[in-house]
Each structure stands twice: as C-alpha cells, then as structure tokens.
Antibody
Framework: QITLKESGPTLVKPTQTLTLTCTFSGFSLSTSGVGVGWIRQSPGKAREWLALIYWNDDKRYSPSLKSRLTITKDTSKNQVVLTMTNMGPVDTATFYC???????????????????WGQGTLVTVSS | QTVVTQEPSLTVSPGGTVTLTCSSSTGAVTSAYYPNWFQQKPGQAPRSLIYSTSNKHSWTPARFSGSLLGGKAALTLSGVQPEDEAEYFCLLYFGDTQDWVFGGGTRLTVL
C-alpha cells in the first residue's frame, strides 16, 4: 500500500525559505520509473505543479518557479524534500506530494501518472 | 502563461450522463498532452482516475471514461452515482516548456 505524508512548518514569514518533507511508504525511489512530485493549491486558485524527482535523480521544475525551488531525495529514508525560497503571502497554499510512475522509456515526456497523493499540508505565509 | 480551463460547476441527476471538459489556451488538446483526470472529495486526497487521455487505473469505476472531444480532453461519467459528487480536475503536459498545468476544477453536483 502506497502512502505519502507531507510535513513542515504551518507558518512562515515573508522572505523566509520553506522546507517541506514528503515521507512515503509502499514504494522505493530507487525503482525504475518511479518519481515523487510536489503540487500546491492556493486558496481560490487552480492547483500548480511545482517539481518532480525521479528514481535516477532526474529533476524537473515548474518553469515559472524554477529559480526558487530545489527538490532532493533521500532514498534510504524514503523522503523527498522541497525547498522554496523567498516566500511571500501569495505562496500561501496547501502543498501536496504525489507518487508518480512512468515507463522508464517515456519519463522524458509527459507520459505517466500521479496516482497516489498525500493529504496535503497547509502553509501560511504571514508576518 | 498557459491556462487550462474547465467548467466551474455542473449538475447531473443520479443515473444520468455528464461530460466534463478540459481545454488549453494554446490550442487544441491532443494525446501529446497526456491528459490526466483526478477526483477530490472534501477532506480527502486527490484520486487519479484517468491518465494518458483514456487509460484507467485498476480502481477506476467503469462508468468513468476519458477521451478527446472537439479539441478538448473530456471525462464522461455514465450512470452517475451519488458518491460521484466531488471536484474533478484535469492535468495537461506541455512538452515545449516541459510543464504540467492543472485545470481549475469542476465541482460536480449530483442532484
């Protein structure tokens, strides 16, 4: 059974760096075709894909947020960490992590799916 | 900035059929956008229903189907059940920018 859980601060101040951890079970991030992604949803807005890391350490970032994001994995701990710098009030959102699978031959394109998601964690940016 | 648009809300009667659509501001949606569809109920994590336009997971009820319709991705629910009341959102992949973009979601009411 695949499960994912997001953890991190619920409140950050403007200009601070947010660090979120996704702890998962039921799969290994060393398995070919497997990845973990981060998605957020700000109040009243559409969900927004942020970043993705694959089993082979291939990393993908949202083009609009790339300069602020870093995604890393710790395979031994079954964790993926996302950092987002220079947080502002507009970054207030619920952040989700999700398991992704793609056939390793098609991971370079958009084929695959985010099949299991965490419950999400609400992060508020306020002074 | 690319925008993916869905109907904000739809209402369907139990046992009826409803089609939700997902369009792109850049033009017609094709299979190269690998449309995904998700369901989310209040207080629950999103659940993946459809990937790569029309592929179902083992847990996807048979009454859900995905397709391309008139330049949009579409999710059709046939024989709607009360438990299908939820938010449905789509996801498209834009290969030129290597970006995934979500639609704003459709709130489906079963009434």
């Amino acid at each position: 059974q695949i499960t994912l859980k997001e953890s991190g601060p619920t409140l950050v101040k403007p200009t601070q760096t947010l660090t979120l951890t996704c702890t998962f079970s039921g799969f290994s991030l060393s398995t070919s075709g497997v990845g973990v992604g981060w998605i957020r949803q700000s109040p009243g807005k559409a969900r927004e894909w942020l970043a993705l890391i694959y089993w082979n350490d291939d990393k993908r970032y949202s083009p609009s947020l790339k300069s602020r994001l870093t995604i890393t994995k710790d395979t031994s701990k079954n964790q993926v960490v996302l950092t987002m710098t220079n947080m502002g009030p507009v970054d207030t959102a619920t952040f989700y992590c999700a398991h992704r699978y793609c056939s390793s031959s098609t991971c370079s394109v958009g084929s695959g799916y985010f099949d299991y998601w965490g419950q999400g964690t609400l992060v508020t940016v306020s002074s | 900035q690319t925008v993916v648009t869905q109907e904000p809300s739809l209402t369907v009667s139990p046992g009826g059929t409803v089609t939700l659509t997902c369009s792109s501001s850049t033009g017609a949606v094709t299979s190269a956008y690998y449309p995904n569809w998700f369901q989310q109920k209040p207080g629950q994590a999103p659940r993946s229903l459809i990937y790569s336009t029309s592929n179902k997971h083992s847990w996807t009820p048979a009454r859900f189907s995905g397709s391309l319709l008139g330049g949009k991705a579409a999710l059709t629910l046939s024989g709607v059940q009360p438990e299908d009341e939820a938010e449905y959102f789509c996801l498209l992949y834009f290969g030129d920018t290597q970006d995934w973009v979500f639609g704003g979601g459709t709130r489906l009411t079963v009434l």
